[in-house]
């Protein structure tokens, strides 16, 4: 498939390239660092239409006076309209455009940058790959939205899988996007997908990859490479919503999820609850403290942490707990080799698989590396 708007937007990085030649490009970067320890990069039979939750910006063309939906051209905050981008979610492209459409009959303006007037700044929307429901968010600069109640009603009339609409007031200037400034106006607070057979509930802020055909993938292999007996005592570090240990707790003795983040704690909770499981318990707050604590052990440690990579501390504090396996899920790695530098002090690597999460659009691989404790350190 070929790209309508390559020479404009910004968003895809390998989009000129064929597939495989960009798998070849990750595979050559992997092996560059960890040399024969990179597996083949696991990619994607069909790498397109994959991400779940997609954000258009959305701008006012005074010269054709028309409402512009896309993405911004490289290096800029220009809006180039796109009417079907080659790796975004399908539904969710129709539904964004279906609200753009909408716009001028409400009298609701979209954002000006320039004059900083208007309303309506961003359309982002979160869906369920196993459902196929869909979380809409409004990001507006204003509270006031003429004709608000008829956007909902036309929406949820013509898009059935739509279960939650949320407003969220943006005032910044910056590029986030959402804030915690998130008001539900219509339907449910959360949407669910379902992960190797689990559950889990998904706020507009909750963490959650992308692209989850591939994230079944990462999980999969993370959960193999612990090579669980049933006995074992797991650590989730850099836990999110729970979703690594949830998916292990099958076959692991107990799970301690740990995340800094209150929000992600409370979904974390939930979703072990909503799945039935009864050997888990989660902790607000850091896990090179956590680590230190009398009483805290574990056979196994997950880990994923953000693309910045583990802490000093964090890796000092682990070294010290000394579990039997480590599993290191990593979004960056550059820095995951930096943290193996340390960690091979006392561990040995076993396997690490790179796994294609955002085909096209980014030369960044998710990675998934096993360690095993040395229990003779020389």
């Not at 005074?62 to 993405?71: A, Q, S």
């Not at 899988?161 to 969220?168: A, G």
Request: charged residues 25%; positive net charge.
């Amino acid at each position: 498939m070929k790209c309508s708007y390559e020479k404009n937007c910004g968003s895809c990085d390998c989009i000129r390239m064929e597939y495989q030649a960009t798998l070849d490009l990750k595979q050559k970067r992997m092996e560059n660092l960890f040399g024969r320890d990179a597996l083949p990069v696991n990619g994607m039979n069909f790498p397109y239409y994959y991400r779940y939750k997609v954000t258009y910006a959305l701008s006012y063309d005074y010269e054709n006076r028309r409402i512009v939906c896309g993405k911004y051209k490289k290096g800029s905050h220009e809006v180039v309209s796109m009417d079907d981008c080659l790796i975004e979610s399908r539904d969710a492209q129709k539904l964004v455009h279906f609200i753009a459409e909408l716009l001028p009959q409400l009298k609701i303006k979209v954002y000006d940058e320039d004059t900083q007037t208007g309303s309506l700044r961003y359309i982002f929307i979160r869906q369920s790959f196993a459902t196929g429901d869909m979380m809409l968010v409004l990001v507006s600069a204003d509270s006031f939205l003429p004709g608000k109640n008829h956007l909902i009603e036309e929406i949820t009339k013509n898009f059935p899988k739509v279960k939650s609409i949320y407003l969220d007031i943006n005032k910044r200037t910056d590029s986030l996007v959402l804030t915690d400034e998130l008001t539900l106006l219509w339907g449910e607070k959360y949407i669910t997908d379902k992960v190797m057979g689990k559950k889990f509930r998904l706020s507009p802020l909750s963490f959650y990859q992308v692209n989850p055909q591939q994230m079944k993938k990462l999980y999969q292999t993370a959960v193999e490479f612990a090579d669980l007996s049933g006995t074992e005592k797991i650590i989730d570090a850099y836990c999110g919503i729970g979703t690594i240990g949830i998916c292990a707790s099958d076959k692991a003795s107990s799970v301690l999820g740990i995340e800094n983040n209150e929000s992600a704690v409370k979904d974390a909770v939930f979703n072990a609850k909503a799945n039935g499981v009864k050997n888990a318990r989660y902790i607000c707050g850091d896990a090179a403290e956590i680590f230190s604590e009398k009483g805290i052990e574990a056979d196994v440690v997950f880990m994923d942490p953000p693309r910045a990579g583990a802490s000093k501390e964090f890796l000092k504090s682990l070294l010290k707990l000394y579990p039997s396996k480590i599993v290191y899920i990593s979004c960056n790695p550059e820095t995951l080799s930096r943290d193996l530098e340390t960690l091979r002090r006392r561990y040995s690597v076993k396997k690490i698989q790179p796994v294609d999460m955002f085909p096209f659009a980014s030369e960044h691989i998710e990675t998934v590396c096993s360690l095993v404790r040395r229990d003779k350190i020389y």
